[in-house]
């Protein structure tokens, strides 16, 4: 990875935790909590954080509950998503 790519990869880091802070604070606290635990398994993919990112602001414009969103289950919800982005070995 160049120099140049990183500081970009970090530049796009940068802007989308930008984003994630204008969530409401429920959806804000899901949020760090699926990065919290996508951190732990290891995935470092801005795409799927940026996919988290653009359900929960959908979620927001709808006027829905996080729960609505998520469903009670945060870690089928977050495992999911890992699913569909092939990202998860499971």
Do not use: N
């Not at 935790?17 to 398994?41: C, G, H, M, N, S």
């Not at 927001?60 to 699913?83: N, P």
Request: charged share 35%; with cysteine; aromatic share 12%.
């Amino acid at each position: 990875m160049s120099f140049q790519e990183m500081r970009d990869g970090k530049k796009e880091w940068r802007i989308l935790q930008a984003a994630v802070k204008t969530l409401p604070k429920d959806y804000y606290i899901v949020y760090r909590e699926i990065q919290k635990y996508f951190f732990k398994i290891g995935v470092t993919d801005t795409q799927v954080f940026r996919e988290l990112l653009e359900i929960f602001e959908d979620g927001v414009l709808r006027e829905v509950d996080i729960l609505q969103v998520t469903g009670r289950d945060i870690a089928a919800f977050s495992d999911s998503l890992l699913r569909q982005d092939d990202l998860c070995e499971k």
